[in-house]
């Protein structure tokens, strides 16, 4: 829960920082292809427990072959995660559907973000 209250803040950050500085990259959500509707915003507040919970299990799985200091089993969990999980996703989701290479990048960037700091959230609680 600790992991996916952090996330939570971070992605809400995430979403201001992104129409705050890049106007134009934040436009580009009005596109039909992301209009969810308003029965489907709470998602976007309940994915950060959801990552946060999938991590979880894969941290108490992995954990033991994590080597180094607390700050290096974080960031190479989050290595590890946006590699393994999210490069593929990515790959596919640019080569099907009509989002931009700037769009897919932020969202590599956020899986990158997420999964270091739930790494460093989850060797702080439970080492």
Known sequence: MVA?????V???????????????LASQY?????????GRVMLYY????VISIAL???????????????ITRGIEFGLIYTLIATLPVMVLIYSAMNVSLAIVATWFVLALVQGTVAGLVFEKMNP
Do not use: C, M, Q
């Open 46 to 49: 309940i994915h950060p427990f």
């Open 4 to 8: 996916g209250v952090i996330l939570l």
């Open 56 to 70: 979880s299990w894969f941290w108490n799985r992995f954990k033991g072959a994590l080597t180094g200091s607390f």
């Open 10 to 24: 971070l992605s809400v950050l995430g979403l201001y920082t992104t129409i705050w500085f890049f106007p134009g």
């Open 30 to 38: 009005f596109d039909p292809a992301f209009n969810s509707g308003e």
